[in-house]
């Protein structure tokens, strides 16, 4: 499930990245409340990005970076040994 939810994340994210750019507006000159169609495009694509990328925060956030078996816990609960970085500092 992970896999495959991983894999519909990537095509998500090429899809985002492919049509941030409209090649299809290329050459057109309309303007719409005195900015050319191109603009509102980059402003609607930019908020529709960043709602896509909330969402990805929201359900999967760390897909592909976790081991499988991760419960998402990052409390710290590993014991540190000598010469380890404790939680939230450098080894000294």
């Known amino acids: ?5 991983a894999g519909g994340w990537i095509v998500v994210g090429l899809v985002l990245a492919g049509l941030a750019i409209p090649w299809f507006l290329w050459g057109s000159a309309t ?3 005195g900015l050319p169609v191109w ?6 694509w930019m908020g529709f990005a960043s709602l896509v990328f909330w969402l990805f925060t929201r359900r999967a956030w760390g897909i592909g ?16 040994g000598p010469g380890e970085a404790g ?3 450098d080894a000294p």
């Open 1 to 5: 499930m992970r896999r495959t939810e």
């Open 31 to 33: 303007v719409v409340a």
């Open 87 to 89: 939680p939230g500092g």
């Open 39 to 44: 603009l509102w495009w980059h402003v609607g």
């Open 65 to 80: 970076i976790e081991p499988a078996g991760s419960d998402g816990d990052s409390s710290g609960s590993r014991e540190v």
